[in-house]
């Protein structure tokens, strides 16, 4: 590994801090090297806050030391006004005379602008060290770009036998998490923006959709209601979450939740992702019953699945989905449970 590399792979792991408060601006991280030495370091912590580079530029002692340093940077500086200046500014204004970027930023407003930026003034720049693994660490912020959809992420548990449920009509849910894999799943709560059900699971789980068990802001809750016919009592309309119910019918919002009209003599799903397009939703979790997980599945529409195998049988009771063939998975283990994650190798977020 290279200096350049080992610097950049630094960056990663700082940028990984800011996965559950960054969006929906990218993760990103920073670090600034005097002589071999590591002087500074950032990254974003929180959307409308300083960026990775402004960050790392303030936590350096002595500033002179900027210009004969090198600033590394997981994504392009960024060239234009948003909720703060731009960086590639900031790193010309400060005389810092080389950066070594991951790889380019895929937002139109940026995409190559602040790279050219920087060698106009005269910067040294080098572009596209550990380039996938840096594309990888902005996925989401790279298909909301590319392909105007929110990344999806379709997550399941299933019995040792392929059921994800009882038939039940009443009584207590199925338990086949354990309190520590649970815990894993409210962290990937925390680090996507919105997460959805289908009107079964809503009725006969009656779930918070919430991060409770794990450090983060509460995703967006997304429930499908064809007909309204949800009671007001479950704790999707307690208020304490903002809530989306995607509905045939039309109704006032209130309390927190809005209602959504959606023409349901057409593919339904299609219409879901433009609406969180438009909503500026980068990262979607489908928890939903096997129907809603099988429909995405067969539209094709997801880039990651994480499937938990518990060990308990259930016997009967609803089959999980089926995740197509043509698709490698990998397998790890947590507590007891062995979990099962696919993604998809035809991403657009591949370099």
Known sequence: MTNDEKYILRCIQLAKNGFCNAAPNPTVGAVIVCNGRIVGEGYHVRCGEGHAEVNAIASVKDESLLKESTIYVSLEPCSHYGKTPPC??????????????????????????????????????????????????????VTFNTEHRPYI????????????DTMREGG??????????????????????????????ALLDNPSLTVRNWYGKNPLRLVIDRELA?????????????????????RLSAHNVTYIKLDFERDILPQILQELYNRKVQSLLVEGGSCLLQSFLD?????????????????????????????????FFRDG???????????????
């Open 230 to 250: 949800l009671p007001d009592t479950l704790k999707l309309f307690d208020g304490s979450v903002p809530t989306l119910v995607f509905s045939a019918k039309e």
């Open 88 to 141: 590639a500014d900031l790193i010309v204004r400060k005389g810092i005379p080389r950066v070594v970027v991951g790889c380019v930023d895929p937002f139109s407003l940026v995409s190559g602008r602040g790279i050219q930026k920087l060698k106009d003034a005269g910067i040294e720049v080098k572009v596209g060290v550990l380039e996938k693994e840096c594309r990888e660490l902005i996925k989401r912020f």
């Open 299 to 331: 539209a094709e529409l997801w880039d990651e699945i994480y499937i938990e195998h518990a060990r308990k049988e259930l016997r009967q009771g609803v089959k999980a989905p089926q995740v197509p063939s043509g698709h490698p998975a990998n397998f």
């Open 172 to 201: 207590k849910p199925t338990v086949l998490s354990t309190p520590l894999t649970s815990a894993c799943v409210h962290k990937l709560r925390a680090e996507h923006q919105a997460i959805l059900v289908g009107r079964r699971t």
């Open 337 to 351: 449970a062995t979990m099962q994650h696919y993604v998809r190798t035809d991403s657009s977020i591949r370099p």
């Open 153 to 164: 992420t379709l997550k399941w548990a299933e019995s040792a036998d392929g059921f994800i």
